[in-house]
T-cell receptor, first 118, second 114 residues
């Protein structure tokens, strides 16, 4: 079974530029997550999709970050314009939703995209 | 709101020695608890999880964790550490409020000395 795919693996941009990250979840996984992991910290959830609908984007800085999940499969996370403090690893994860509404699913993580903003 | 504390930022263990990584959580109800490991340049891999039942949970790579409700803890243990265990370890608490989410601790970096 193929894992969660992310691209690019590394990206260096200057502040005020735009950047986009792509994620392809495990086939059949209905739930997709984007996390931001700043150096020395644990992953912080930015946005969570159930199929192609957003269920939680409370920690997404919506003035500069946006995300979409077309057709309930692939997803793109965009930052426009980037700030120095956006330097981090952006992790995508997916889960299959088998635990139902009363449970917590195991999340499967991709390798991440390391973003450096200069 | 839920939270996770991992009090140790770095831990160094000799190869072959035992390991215990600490995790304390804060959550009003029975939590779902997870331990993930992250090797350099890699995503997070699930080591083990606790939902209910037996409070001692076995995971992959010889790891185990014990849920202690009275101490709000979920410490990770391994009886004999291998050099390949050097990585960063994250404890997480999962909650359900219409949908499920994970909240991670800041992680503990494990260094293994020869």
């Amino acid at each position: 079974e193929a894992g969660v795919a992310q691209s690019p693996r590394y990206k260096i941009i200057e502040k005020r530029q735009s950047v986009a990250f792509w994620c392809n979840p495990i086939s059949g996984h209905a739930t997709l997550y984007w996390y931001q992991q700043i150096l020395g910290q644990g992953p912080k959830l930015l946005i969570q999709f159930q199929n192609n609908g957003v269920v939680d984007d409370s920690q997404l800085p919506k003035d500069r970050f946006s995300a979409e999940r077309l057709k309930g499969v692939d997803s793109t996370l965009k930052i426009q314009p980037a700030k120095l403090e956006d330097s981090a690893v952006y992790l995508c994860a997916s889960s299959n939703g088998t635990s139902g509404r009363g449970g917590v699913d195991e999340q499967f993580f991709g390798p991440g995209t390391r973003l450096t903003v200069l | 709101a839920q939270s996770v504390t991992q009090p140790d930022i770095h831990i160094t263990v000799s190869e072959g020695a035992s390991l215990e990584l600490r995790c304390n959580y804060s959550y009003g109800a029975t939590p779902y608890l997870f331990w993930y490991v992250q090797s350099p340049g890699q995503g997070l891999q699930l080591l083990l999880k606790y939902f209910s039942g037996d409070t001692l949970v076995q995971g992959i790579k010889g790891f185990e964790a014990e849920f202690k409700r009275s101490q709000s803890s979920f410490n990770l243990r391994k009886p004999s550490v291998h050099w390949s265990d050097a990585a960063e370890y994250f404890c997480a608490v999962g909650v359900v409020s219409g949908y499920s989410t994970l909240t991670f601790g800041k992680g503990t970096m494990l260094l293994v000395s020869p």
